[in-house]
Nanobody, 122 residues
């Protein structure tokens, strides 16, 4: 089993920045894909960013150019640097990790964290 704990959420004004962290513990070897998802009330879960074991990244269209995903393997920590935030970024942000490659619907077999709330005011 893998446990994921997110932190770093909060309230910020539009144009501001936040950095989310996700610490993985437990049996963390062979985690091949990690990513961030978000969901706000009344909306479907949205993929934000993902990073594979080789450091390859992919982003959702709405965040590309503003958000950066990275990881520190030594610390078993995944990060999401969010810049130029807008009210549309308001959501609960979740970390996910899987032993699968970052292809297809890898998140369906992923471990999930409890989420951290991000609120952006105009």
């Amino acid at each position: 089993q893998v446990q994921l704990v997110e932190s770093g959420g909060g309230s910020v004004q539009a144009g501001g920045s936040l950095r989310l962290s996700c610490v993985a513990s437990g049996y963390t070897s062979n985690l091949a894909c990690m990513g961030w998802f978000r969901q706000s009330p009344g909306k479907e879960r949205e993929g934000v960013a993902q990073i594979d074991s080789g450091g390859g990244t992919n982003y959702g269209d709405s965040v590309r150019g503003r958000f950066t995903v990275s990881k520190d393997n030594a610390k078993n920590t995944l990060y999401l640097q969010m810049n130029n935030l807008s009210p549309e970024d308001t959501a609960m942000y979740y970390c996910a990790a899987a032993r699968l490659r970052c292809v297809g619907v890898w998140w369906q077999l992923a471990f999930w964290g409890q989420g951290t709330q991000v609120t952006v005011s105009s």
